[in-house]
């Protein structure tokens, strides 16, 4: 079985999340940005920066971990962790400009600011997406201990 280990942020502003409107074989669903890590990505943390400025444009602030979410890919057989993290502060406009050349770019249908009330009438992954949405409200956060690279310098978080 493969294994991947992927970020995801909220972004909440006005009283809507910035979701990802996807399509694949199993039809058309909501997502927030977020991706696979990858080999130059160091933390979770950068990992999301990197993804949600390839996926929506935006350079942004990753604030404190929300949650974990673990699902098996059964078409793949691949099992995910998945972060979930609050996103505080982003700079720029949505937009899918960045997608051009990559592997997401007939995956991504579109990006929207949706009205919070709208999403429990979505087909949205996470399903329990209004859950997340009132942790971030409520500011209730998970522990999350940092990121440590083992070694000589394994006391330094990478976090902070």
Request: hydrophobic share 40%.
């Amino acid at each position: 079985m493969q294994h991947r280990i992927r970020s995801a942020g909220i972004l909440i502003e006005n009283n809507s999340i910035l979701l990802l409107h996807v399509q694949d074989e199993s039809g058309e669903y909501w997502i927030p940005p977020g991706g696979g890590f990858e080999a130059t990505d160091l933390t979770t943390k950068e990992c999301l920066r990197r993804e949600f400025f390839e996926e929506a444009g935006l350079a942004v602030k990753v604030g404190e971990l929300i949650c974990v979410r673990e699902f098996l890919e059964t078409r793949l057989n691949r099992y995910n962790a998945e972060f979930f993290y609050h996103i505080v502060e982003f700079d720029g406009a949505p937009h899918l400009s960045n997608l051009v050349g990559l592997n997401d770019a007939d995956f991504i249908q579109g990006i929207e600011w949706v009205a919070i009330d709208e999403v429990k009438h979505l087909r949205t992954y996470p399903a329990d997406m209004t859950h997340l949405i009132q942790l971030v409200r409520s500011q209730q956060f998970s522990v999350h201990l940092g990121s440590y690279i083992q070694g000589e310098q394994d006391h330094i978080n990478q976090f902070s």
